[in-house]
């Protein structure tokens, strides 16, 4: 357990209306990761955060979390995690920083006369130190967002947990976060993300673990997930009608023309890309370039899911 952060086995929630939210979910986060936790909206994100962090009992099944029984040891595990898990909601009347002041004192056992200190210099850490003096409602969401990472950060935490961090930010909201959290993990914080957002999990995360109505589809490092998607060969050329005609003799599906060039799904097995290419020259095809494109994770979910990585769930 030493080495897992979060570690899930057969973790389960039955709601009362009978609603299966998780469907026997193990889990292994490891210490130092960025991990992933994605999937459409109503998987069964938000379910497992709130067993994680103890606010709700498990049907059955275990979680720990770092390496310590929760719910049952809600009260020392959850002085070393920072969650950001509701949204934002700061007073509106009170500036950033009497928000984060009351917040502090609101915790048993952050020391008063380090408050102030504490409070400016997790203000800086989000960004928000110009911005500190301002009343919250005057805030935008990307920095009511950054308000509620500051709260996380006032004390040095072992796992940050955040959902969906990114939710209804604009572009250049959500580039400011991702780069936050990626310099909170190479503090060696642990992170665990909760996002709808494939490519979010691509740019941040080390690990990642998918998930569809309420079952683990897979879980592993980002690379190896990506990687075990095949890829689509895509070959570019002034004649993509015989190229594409080529293609589909030799096995490529779902071919796609647009203008020179050609996609389509590897034939299955493990043919040599060569052969594909000698054929394209042998009927004549002028290739000016012919590659495999690297896989993703939303290949990777359509393989395993045999469906669409459709957000609305
Ligand atoms: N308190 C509850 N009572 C009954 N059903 C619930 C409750 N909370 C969640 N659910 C249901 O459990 C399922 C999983 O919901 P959950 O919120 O965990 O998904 P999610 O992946 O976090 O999605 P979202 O991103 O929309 O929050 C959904 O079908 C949801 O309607």
Redesign the pocket.
């Known amino acids: 357990m030493d080495d897992a952060a979060v570690e899930t086995r057969g973790l389960t929630k039955r709601?009362?209306?009978g609603?299966l939210?998780?469907d026997h979910l193990d889990l292994a986060v490891p210490a130092g990761a960025v991990f992933g936790f994605l999937?459409?909206?109503?998987?069964?994100?938000?379910?497992?955060i709130r067993m994680l962090m103890g606010l709700i009992e498990p049907t059955s099944g275990t979680a720990h979390v770092l390496g310590r029984r929760m719910p049952r040891a809600a009260r020392t595990v959850l002085p070393h995690v920072g969650a950001l898990i509701e949204g934002p909601a700061p007073y509106g009347f009170r500036t950033g920083r009497d928000n984060l002041l009351r917040y502090d004192a609101a915790d048993p056992t952050a020391d008063p006369r380090t408050r102030a200190a504490r409070v400016d210099a997790a203000l800086e850490r989000v960004g928000l130190g110009a911005a500190a003096g301002k009343k919250a409602k005057a805030y935008s969401l990307g920095m009511k967002q950054r308000l509620g990472l500051a709260a996380a950060l006032l004390r040095p935490r072992r796992l940050l947990v955040l959902d969906?961090p990114t939710n209804g930010l604009d572009p250049q909201g959500m580039r400011e976060i991702r780069a936050l959290i990626r310099e909170l993990a190479q503090d060696g914080s642990t992170v665990f993300l909760?996002s709808?957002l494939l490519d979010e999990i691509e740019q941040v995360c080390t690990h990642a673990a998918v998930?569809a109505r309420?079952r683990l589809v897979v879980q592993g490092p980002v690379a190896e997930l990506a990687a075990r998607a095949q890829g689509r060969i895509a070959v570019t050329t002034p004649d993509p009608g015989d190229a594409a005609r080529v293609l589909k003799e030799y096995g490529v599906t779902d071919l796609t023309v647009a203008e020179d060039r050609v996609t389509g799904e590897p034939p299955p097995g493990d043919r040599d890309p060569a052969e594909l290419t000698a054929a394209l020259v042998h009927a004549g095809v002028r290739v000016r370039a012919f590659g495999l494109e690297r896989g993703t994770l939303e290949d990777a979910f359509v393989a395993l899911t045999g469906e669409g990585f459709d957000v609305t769930?």
């Open positions: 709601f009362r209306g609603q939210a998780v999937g459409p909206n109503g998987s069964g994100k938000t379910t497992t969906e909760s709808h998930m309420g769930g």
